[in-house]
């Protein structure tokens, strides 16, 4: 959804950029130019927040003083802020930023669904763990501000003063769960120290497993983090105790840590669609793969994510073969609008060999400011786009980029993350596959720059080898992921040089069929069962198992079901019609009833187990009890009844005793014999 037309105000930052309001697309040709919105010409802001419109504003920098100018006024309208001016104004001199910039506007209108939020409540309960006097030196600091615990791990130059602030344990953790707000500790070795401690500490006698719950934790103790992705865990700081400015700085943000928060609620999640188990069976396991913050569990045949842990990276999200795990943050249709809007304004104001940076709010934004402070800045055709996380991306997101005229689409991405990128990879693979099987560029389409070097990033903005879309086109992102992924496909396959019908995949695809080994097959049909997607399915009439191909996820739930491991994957993209239409991949003639004529079973199974069971098992010895095999239920109930030595029959009923015999047996006409007799 794009938002209605609001007014922009723009800024040449003292002549610092080359700016001319009608050669921006989007914007009134008359829209004012200011010199020194900021400062000399307040005024202007000032006036335009008195019109009550929404506002553009094409200045980040200044963004805090414009607030404060508005909260004055009690300005109540919505105003965005578009930096224009590290992103595109400030370039080479050679360099028209309009086209850029044009794009840069249009973007940062796309509004879309925003995320669901939860609150946390921080009551400032507060776990220091560290060792002696420095981390008693971090509690006395914090006490006052927090609801302080300290809980040592060694406490060999601990002094202790004379009057104790905060509560002082010793002991060692063994786990930590949960997150702000609702911390679970475990701690083996624990004990309270003892008031009458002289000299060194003292303790009580320690105890293992003792639990105890609080909001915050600080861990100063320089060993291994306590919990995974630890700079991803809300309310769980650390510091390297070697570092006294890193320790400070912990302890001034632990210390603003008490209060109600909100967070956004990064992902969704729908369990009708989940391909992760059926009937005690695991088939996919991607998202508890990618997830780097260990935020995903599994639970079963689902899985849950917990909002409190997540930290909002989506390679979950971008990973999941069905949608099931959905991003919200923005969400995938909002996320490719703003794709499409970034690389159609710019295409359609006279730029040309649009290349798409993305990048994260916070280290991506301090390289492009260092590029354009220091150098000349992003090149004109390379057009930034900012994200929670790079990893969100998915093939989806990104053959939509190719479809709308992106060159060539990079992820600036820190070094510290360099271990979470594994599902982006696997995604960058498939959609070069996809590209590459169309006739189109072979690689260099996507690519990750894993840099903190301002310049560095610059030879990555180089354009692929071999061809790409001619003619820019863009679609509506509605429906599932894979509805959206298939849109994008099927529009490139209409302008690829050579496209094929059959496509290789990576096998970490989330598409492509099953083969079946017919010699082993029985037909149980336990794979049918087994399938979340509805791509197998039986057919009611006859021994048959059908595949839609369109429908695979590669999950591998048949492969790990079949008792007889007759079913392999086979990663591929099919364009042929006939991948939206079941296709029998084995089937057989029943076997019927030598009895009835029944169908029932197949005849394989039926004469491979007479095979092996006819004259070989004390049930089947004879003839006539092989047979049996061979009935259907009805008619083997029958057969046997009617064998000599059937076992559903007993023998002859013995005669009832009467109170005529035991009186009979008084006169001394009967004998004991005689009760034995039958009729």
Not at 420 to 445: F, P, R
Not at 616 to 645: G, N, T, V, Y
Request: glycine fraction near 8%; include cysteine.
């Amino acid at each position: 959804m794009t938002a209605t037309q609001t007014r922009v105000l723009l800024c040449d930052c003292e002549k610092t950029m080359r700016l001319d309001p009608a050669r921006i697309e989007g914007i009134d040709a008359n829209t004012p130019l200011h010199t020194q919105l900021c400062r000399s010409q307040l005024t202007a802001f000032e006036k335009a927040l008195a019109t009550g419109e929404p506002l553009f504003v094409g200045c980040t920098q200044e963004a805090p003083l414009f607030d404060e100018v508005a909260e004055e006024h009690g300005a109540t309208q919505r105003i965005d802020y578009v930096n224009i001016r590290e992103r595109a104004g400030w370039c080479a001199s050679g360099t028209d930023p309009h086209p850029k910039i044009s794009a840069l506007l249009a973007e940062a209108r796309v509004a879309g669904e925003p995320a669901p939020l939860r609150s946390i409540e921080s009551d400032g309960v507060c776990l220091i763990y560290g060792k002696g006097q420095q981390a008693l030196d971090a509690a006395r600091a914090l006490e006052g501000r927090l609801s302080v615990s300290l809980l040592l791990s060694d406490a060999a130059d601990l002094v202790l003063p004379t009057i104790l602030e905060v509560p002082v344990h010793n002991g060692r953790i063994r786990s930590v769960s949960g997150s702000l707000g609702a911390f679970s500790v475990t701690v083996d070795g624990y004990a309270q120290i003892l008031p009458s401690s002289r000299g060194s500490a003292q303790f009580a006698m320690p105890r293992d497993g003792a639990m105890s719950t609080c909001s915050l934790i600080l861990d100063l103790s320089g060993e291994t983090p306590l919990v995974t992705a630890p700079q991803k865990r809300d309310g769980y700081m650390r510091a390297d105790p070697k570092d006294p400015a890193a320790v400070a700085r912990a302890l001034f943000d632990v210390s603003d840590m008490v209060g109600t928060f909100e967070k956004p609620v990064y992902v969704e999640y729908d369990a009708s669609i989940c391909a992760h188990g059926r009937s005690g069976k695991t088939g996919c396991t991607k998202c508890l793969d990618a997830c780097p913050a260990g935020a995903i569990t599994s639970v079963g045949t689902q899985i849950a994510v917990d909002p409190g842990i997540c930290g909002g990276c989506g390679s979950c999200a971008a990973h999941c073969p069905t949608g099931a795990v959905a991003y919200t943050y923005p969400a995938r249709d909002t996320l490719i609008r703003r794709l499409q809007t970034l690389l159609g304004t710019y295409l359609e104001a006279g730029g040309k060999d649009p290349i798409v940076l993305v990048h994260d709010e916070s280290h991506g934004l301090e390289l492009i400011n260092a590029l354009a402070r220091f150098s000349d800045g992003l090149p004109g055709n390379v057009l930034p786009i900012a994200v929670h996380a790079v990893t969100v991306f998915g093939h989806d997101a990104m053959l939509a980029a190719v479809l709308a005229g992106g060159r060539r689409m990079v992820f600036l991405c820190p070094p510290s993350k360099a271990d979470e990128t594994e599902a982006l990879e696997c995604e960058i693979a498939l959609g070069e596959a996809l590209l590459q099987g169309m006739g189109y560029a072979k690689d260099g389409v996507f690519s990750i720059a894993m840099e903190a070097d301002p310049d560095a990033v610059v030879g990555y903005f180089t354009r692929p080898t071999g061809p790409l879309p001619n003619t820019p086109a863009s679609f509506d992102p509605v429906g599932g992921k894979r509805d959206v992924a298939r849109s994008a496909i099927s529009r490139l396959m209409q302008s690829a040089p050579e496209p094929a019908t059959i496509i290789a995949l990576p096998e970490t695809a989330p598409y492509g069929r099953i083969s079946i080994d017919a010699d082993g097959c029985t037909l149980c049909l336990a794979c049918v069962s087994a399938c979340p997607a509805n791509a197998l399915a039986d057919n009611p009439d006859k021994p048959q198992v059908n595949l839609t191909e369109a429908a695979c996820v590669q999950c591998g739930l048949c492969a790990t079901t079949c008792p007889e491991n007759v079913i392999a994957l086979e990663p591929r993209y099919n364009s042929a019609p006939e991948a939206i239409r079941p296709v029998v991949l084995h089937e057989e003639e029943p076997a019927t009833c030598v009895s009835c004529g029944k169908a029932f079973g197949t005849k394989s199974s039926i004469a491979r187990i007479r095979e092996k069971l006819s004259g070989k098992h004390w049930m089947f010895q004879r003839e006539d009890q092989a047979r049996l095999i061979e009935m259907c239920d009805d008619c083997r109930i029958s057969a046997q009844w009617e064998m000599p030595d059937t076992p559903l029959r007993g023998g002859t009923r013995p005669r009832l005793t009467t109170t005529a015999d035991y009186l009979a047996l008084e006169k001394g006409s009967l004998s004991a014999d005689d009760f034995l007799k039958d009729d």
